[in-house]
């Protein structure tokens, strides 16, 4: 009996902590919990209703995609990423992405292009409506999903997690308010534009 209630618990609390951990990880990624933020076991174990070991795998985790950082004695915190890691994490971005191209272009099709616009639009509304987090969300779903189309999924699991520490960066050196939200918007636009030609000589 107690191996069958061991059993059933343990799919539970993956489930628990896969929602910690998403929650967590969408809280920095969105600004909610910006660079530097502690991360007291105590208090998320609290707020969670889990034991510390469980909070302190779920930290163990993001430490491992670089968006917490684990000190010895101090615990954890977000990470802040340096001016030589920022620039690093953007150049990374530009090459995969850039290099991708060829393949999101030959294997792009019109649903395709209608998601990547809808993105962008929802992206606008949320910029509009000065709604920070959701801008940031839509953005780099716009990025993820562009890369997707080449169907390469190896590819696309590096650019969502450069995406995420991208937005550390953002939340560590861009000032608030910064004209960079109307450029990713415009850029985006640009992209779609640039693939809607290419993508129809590709398919004669």
């Known amino acids: ?45 609290e707020v969670f209703a889990v034991s510390r070991t469980g909070i302190r795998k779920v930290l163990q985790r993001l430490a491992a995609v670089q968006l917490v950082t684990l000190t010895p004695k101090r615990g954890a915190h977000v990470t802040s990423p340096s001016v030589e890691e920022s620039q690093a994490i953007f150049r990374t971005r530009a090459l995969l992405e850039v290099a991708n191209l060829p393949d999101v272009i030959a294997r792009c099709q019109p649903p395709h292009l209608a ?70 918007i415009t850029s985006s636009w640009s992209v779609c534009c640039g693939i809607k030609p290419c993508s129809r000589s590709a398919r004669r």
């Open 115 to 184: 998601a990547l616009e809808n993105i962008i639009q929802r992206e606008q509304q949320a910029h509009a409506a000065h709604d920070g987090p959701a801008a940031i969300r839509h953005s780099a779903d716009f990025h993820i999903q562009l890369q997707a189309i080449s169907g390469n999924p190896v590819l696309t699991e590096m650019v969502t997690r450069l995406s995420q520490r991208s937005s550390l960066v953002i939340a560590a050196w861009a000032p608030p308010g910064d004209r960079a939200a109307v450029a990713t």
């Open 1 to 45: 009996m107690n191996n069958e209630h061991r059993l059933q618990a343990a799919p539970a609390l993956q489930d628990k902590d896969e929602s910690i951990y998403q929650a967590l990880m969408t809280a920095i990624v969105e600004h909610q919990l910006p660079p530097g933020s502690k991360l007291p076991e105590e208090a998320l174990a």
